[in-house]
DNA sequence: CTCATGATTAGAAGTTTAGCTAACTATCTA
DNA sequence: TAGATAGTTAGCTAAACTTCTAATCATGAG
């Protein structure tokens, strides 16, 4: 519970998240994203792992990394559920925020 | 957003917001529930109140915290739905989350 | 085998965090 | 006013976090 907390507390891994959204994505597609080295991206994953809301898998040189969902949901709406937040969107208003505002 | 992430990242301090579920209370009582010092337990309401998770409120010579729910609700609910996360619960059996919980 | 590519490991620097004790401020009460 | 109570601030330490560069490992292509 701390762990996946603490990997949701830096922005680059929310996006790393938001970014596996749409399916696997390589180490390196990933990083294409952003501004820091490789190195410290290759620690983001490896803190996103180590919180077990990301899979590896090696295809050849490069490395698949897709993301759990159900980890991430268990994790979220289970505490949210302690706190009683139910989900309130309309169902015929589907949702199109799909961008994370990092602070 | 970071900054709630990281202010759930800690134990200590989502054990605060989940005592405060039942209303508001000072920070000794608060503190009495944990082993820490209390200049300990003040940085981390400090860092609650930061994160724009509870509000103070200063009565007489001691202060009262409560939780601020819809900061809460709408960070972690809003982050889980960028995932489509819905709630999951089945409708013929209503939850009783919302109530207040007996002390 | 050798080279280029994708990614990690190692080591270091600087920052942040969590915890403590001691000392301080503010408030109530006798 | 003096003492007790509730909390905070100050100063410190140890550990963890973030990021970098340089070096290394692993794989596929020629």
Redesign the pocket.
Known sequence: MSKVF?AL??P??RKVLQLLRRGPM??????AHF?????????????LKDANLIH?E???????YSLKMSVLEEALMGFAQTFGFEDQRDPDQPTNSHEDTPS
Chains 1, 2 share one sequence.
Do not use: E, Q
């Not at 501004?35 to 803190?47: A, D, G, L, R």
């Not at 090696?58 to 698949?64: E, R, T």
């Open positions: 603490k507390s830096d680059t891994r390589s180490a390196g597609d990933l990083a501004t820091v080295s490789k190195p410290t991206m290759s620690v983001h994953f490896n803190v590896a090696k295809h050849g040189k490069s490395i698949s």
